[in-house]
């Protein structure tokens, strides 16, 4: 059988980090006719030194513009007018992204998502 890292691999083939017990005994009864029980799954998973956890996001784009952008913004803020006043508000702060699932994924090696 089939390592989930090979599986992960083929195209075309869902991410199976985001797979769940269930859905692989689902699976292997499809696959495979081996009948198992959620919680063998989820046992043979930590076996493998696989845990189910949140991955951490990670905010990382980088910007070809991102020097000329700052320029202009330094520019900007050296010109202001002495009665008006500059507002920021980052961007990485505002919650617009949905809440991200669990996966499993290697013990001790934190996933991130760019």
């Known amino acids: 059988m ?14 199976v980090s985001r797979w769940t017990c269930a859905l692989v005994v689902i699976l292997l009864w499809r696959q495979h006719q081996v009948a198992v029980r959620r919680e063998t799954v989820r046992r043979w998973l930590h076996q493998a030194d696989l845990v189910w956890r949140r991955p951490h996001p990670v905010v990382h784009r980088p910007d070809p513009l991102r020097q000329a952008k700052l320029r202009a913004l330094r520019r900007l803020l050296a010109h202001l007018p002495v009665d008006e006043t500059a507002v920021f508000e980052d961007e990485v702060d505002v919650h617009l992204t949905p809440k991200i699932g669990s996966m499993w994924m290697r013990r001790g090696q934190l996933e991130r998502l760019w």
């Open 2 to 15: 089939e390592s989930l890292s090979e599986v992960r691999r083929r195209p075309g083939v869902i991410d």
